[in-house]
């Protein structure tokens, strides 16, 4: 049982320094706050906005409103 747990506190270690891939998505998400106020201060309507990430692994287009 002790060996079980200490190899579970070290996979949680692992994962915490591997940053899974929904991390990446979180920090995706956080990184395009900036872009969004930025986007407020000069509003154009029906502007598509192109978020994509460093890797350009993906791209989120949508509608602003």
Do not use: W, Y
Request: hydrophobic fraction near 30%.
């Amino acid at each position: 049982m002790q060996e079980g747990k200490h190899f579970m506190e070290e996979e949680a270690l692992t994962a915490q320094e591997a940053r899974p891939k929904h991390c990446e998505a979180i920090r995706v998400k956080q990184r395009s706050q900036p872009t969004q106020s930025l986007e407020d201060r000069a509003p154009r309507p029906s502007t598509m906005v192109r978020m994509s990430n460093t890797d350009g692994d993906f791209s989120i287009v949508f509608p602003t409103t």
